[in-house]
Nanobody, 130 residues
């Protein structure tokens, strides 16, 4: 299984970005897809997730500003981020699970070290300047 992210970069506060994650080697419709993020020195945080049946989750910190969506035909999940804030600065990781993506339990050097997620992307850096 491969998850390949794109779309990270540097933007000013108030700006927007769209992250993309294309999955290969897994049954997209049966998987819970989503995004975690980790700022330097911080714990890994589940930002948003989506199930093919349309169920979505958003962390309180991003509600109303981030929108997750998926294109099953392209095996791609998107995270549209608007009204970005400096505190959104982090490495964003695409993740997939055959069951359900959950909040990270415990502290890990990197999100990808968390065993509770089946598959991880390599991460893409999002930097928001003030």
């Amino acid at each position: 299984v491969q998850l390949v992210e794109s779309g990270g970069g540097l933007v000013q506060a108030g700006g927007s970005l769209t992250l993309s994650c294309t999955a290969s080697g897994l049954t997209f419709d049966d998987s819970d897809m989503g995004w975690y993020r980790q700022a330097p020195g911080n714990e890994c945080e589940l930002v948003s997730s989506i199930k093919s049946i349309g169920r979505t989750y958003y962390a309180d910190s991003v509600k109303g500003r981030f929108t997750i969506s998926q294109d099953n035909a392209k095996n791609t999940v998107y995270l549209r981020m608007v009204s970005l804030k400096p505190e959104d600065t982090a490495v964003y990781y695409c993740a997939a699970d055959r069951s359900v993506l959950t909040e990270v339990v415990g502290t890990y050097p990197l999100c990808r070290d968390y065993y509770g997620v089946d598959y991880w992307g390599k991460g893409t850096l999002v930097t928001i300047s003030s």
